[in-house]
């Protein structure tokens, strides 16, 4: 019997965040923060699993948080549903989202949405919550006035 929180995931895959690489990530999703890796060198944003700057060669990583905002840089829709891991009932959306801040995250969305957000949609990151744990995910932004919050000139 499957008794998920999440919309898409069985809790059985909530990740177990003490010692977790990605520890700062989940400390800073459970007070509402998106936090990522940047070099502790050059402040290059680096990847998620990413321990050597390509700009510089450092291997200090500094957690900080970072804009939870960004744009879809690709998108597509998953058919599998993987009995015992996959709650959802139908095709689910996977989204490769370019943050402001210059790094790349691939989430899905933070409700079960009715189609797969396009590229080049302004999305926020929110939090999907897993067993409990705080996870980033896509929220199309459906104002209008987008184009005038992002002109600060
Ligand atoms: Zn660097």
């Given at each position: 019997m499957i008794t998920s929180t999440?919309?898409?995931?069985?809790?059985?895959?909530?990740?177990?965040?003490?010692?977790?690489?990605?520890e700062p990530l989940y400390a800073g999703a459970s007070r509402g923060a998106l936090v990522l890796p940047f070099c502790g060198g050059c402040s290059l944003p680096l990847d998620l699993?990413?321990?050597?700057?390509?700009?510089?060669?450092?291997?200090e990583i500094d957690w900080l948080e970072t804009l939870p905002r960004g744009v879809v840089h690709s998108s597509t829709t998953m058919h599998r549903l993987e009995p015992g891991?996959?709650?959802?009932t139908g095709p689910y959306p996977i989204v490769d989202v370019e943050l402001d801040g210059g790094h790349r995250l691939i989430m899905t969305t933070?409700?079960?949405?009715a189609g797969t957000p396009r590229i080049g949609d302004a999305v926020d990151i929110a939090f999907r919550y897993l067993a409990g744990v705080a996870i980033p995910a896509a929220q199309t932004?459906?104002?209008?006035d987008t184009e005038a919050t992002n002109d600060n000139h």
């Open positions: 999440d919309w898409l995931l069985s809790d059985s895959l909530a990740p177990v965040v003490a010692g977790d690489p990605l699993e990413q321990r050597v700057c390509d700009d510089c060669g450092s291997d891991l996959v709650t959802a933070v409700e079960p949405a932004i459906t104002s209008t």
